[in-house]
């Protein structure tokens, strides 16, 4: 392929994925948190919407989800007096170009196996540095936020802001390190290596399960949600960073926090849950390593999203059931606590390595 | 004053690493979502319009207007009920009704619903039971100030036989 149609079918596949699914995904989660919270506290959650009258109550669905997008289209763009104008305006682009960008290292389905050539079908880019990459981008969102908090000229923001540079810095350390644990065992930074290596030993969670549970703690403190919704802690600072942001701005920034929450689901399902592995099936592949694409390849395709709706579901889970934590007690357990874990799971994993080997 | 020492609970070895207790909340609020996802057991919301709760039978409510056997107004104009009114919500124009026992009726009867405070001291003051309070309805909403003055004739259309004697002489 030429670089002008490596270029195009990226594009493509970006919008494809990032469009097609990521979005479409945060949009409904918006809604399905509300339900989801309201079932578990015994309420009944948004139900008023009828599109097609009362007669089919579940198209209360659709018409929540549109009205909402319509009301964040229609609603007065607000900008504080004295903010730096280019700089709220840019705040939640540069929150939201991050959590697309992410998924550009995602493999949503089987690729070529490790070594073999090949191109990659359900990957945007196949990148060798694969999960740094995402780590990357990653910690540029967080500007996102901390540069809107400062434009806003509000207190309450700027206290959202520093606390959300305090806190992403502070758990990207542990998120990252539970990953090298992965990169050690597979050997390779790609998702797409990680996941064709736990079809053959065993899925992630089984060989790391103190990693999995330190960068299911990470992974939430990472998106901004309860118990680690400090910055956004709307009894202490109203909205956090996001305090002065109305209409659509108000939209992007809460829309990239969704797919923060869908980009940390897909990275946990590929180092953890075995990616689009379906377990005790193996994937056929042909001479060269390149699996042959029919219906069990759309079959892993679904497994791979169904994995990421029950990790989304788990953390929406824990977001709604467990209070916020101190500022204090955030930062102690931070590095106190899941740091020099993560580290000695490290030094664990190392050891057992070479014992094995 | 001295502080008040609270003893707390000492954490055992489990809750203090709080991984076993986010498990036990975990397990809680998920078993609350599944029941009300698939049972709807324990949701006590009330779908309001189309599910009405029922008021208590002394509930006040909107006023109401009773008749007399000819389904005539009952009300007297004795201008007893806007007199003890507190929030002075009651306007009644009195009339000569032509008839010796009963000698007035009121030409115009409004009640502003905005300003009452549906305390039922009218209703209490009445003493020909002619003004009622047990409706057991809401003042509606409306777009207009004025829709909220509700008259003699609208306060009628609620109204019903009552058996009770006209105070004063006669009947």
Known sequence: ?357 | MATIHVKRPELTFAEKLYIPEVVKGLAVTTRQLVKNVFTRKDITTRQYPEEKRPYPDRFRGRHRLMWDDDKNVRCVACMLCSTACPANCIHIVAGDRGDDKVEKYPVSFEIDLLVCIYCGFCEEACPCDAIRMDSGKHPLPSFSRDKQRIRKVQLLEEGDFSIARRGGRGT
């Not at chain 1, 309450?156 to 065992?185: H, K, P, W």
């Not at chain 1, 946990?268 to 042909?286: K, N, R, S």
């Open chain 1, 1 to 357: 392929m030429s670089v002008g149609e490596l270029i195009l079918f990226g594009i493509i596949k970006f919008i494809a994925i990032v469009f097609g699914w990521v979005m479409l995904v945060a949009t409904v989660l918006t809604l399905m948190e509300r339900k989801q919270s309201a079932f578990m506290q015994n309420r009944v959650g948004p139900n008023r919407a009828f599109v097609f009258g009362k007669k089919f109550p579940l198209s209360a669905f659709i018409g929540h989800l549109l009205s909402d997008a319509l009301k964040v289209l229609v609603k007065e763009d607000f900008e504080p007096p004295r903010a730096n104008k280019w700089l709220h305006l840019l705040g939640p682009g540069i929150a939201v170009i991050p959590a697309w960008l992410l998924w550009v290292v995602i493999p949503f389905g089987p690729g070529p196996m490790p070594g073999a050539e090949g191109d990659h079908p359900f990957l945007i880019a196949n990148l060798n540095v694969g999960v740094l990459f995402m780590f990357a981008v990653m910690s540029l969102s967080v500007y996102g936020a901390t540069l809107g908090a400062w434009a806003s000229n509000s207190a309450y923001s700027l206290l959202g802001g520093l606390r959300t540079a305090a806190q992403m810095i502070s758990y990207e350390v542990t998120l990252g390190l539970n990953l090298v644990g992965v990169f050690m065992i597979f050997g390779s930074t790609r998702l797409n290596d990680i996941i064709w290596g736990q079809g053959q030993s065993a899925w992630g969670i089984f060989l790391q399960p103190v990693g999995f549970v330190l960068f299911l703690v990470a992974s939430i403190a990472e998106t901004k949600r309860a118990p680690f919704d400090l910055p956004e802690a709307e009894s202490e600072l109203a909205a956090g960073y996001f305090t002065e942001y109305s209409s659509m701005r108000f939209a992007v920034y809460s829309l990239g926090e969704f797919i923060g929450i869908v980009a940390v689901a897909a990275v946990a399902v590929c180092c953890f849950l075995g990616g689009w592995q379906i377990p005790w099936v193996e994937t056929p592949v042909d001479a060269s390593g390149v699996p042959i694409y029919g219906w069990l390849t759309v079959a892993q395709i679904a497994i791979f999203l169904f994995k990421m709706v029950i990790f989304i579901w788990l953390q929406m889970q824990i977001r709604w059931t467990l209070p916020r934590f101190r500022y204090d007690q955030l930062m102690k357990l931070g590095w106190l606590y899941l740091l020099p874990l993560s580290l000695l799971n490290l030094v664990v994993t190392a050891i057992i390595m070479y014992a094995v080997r």
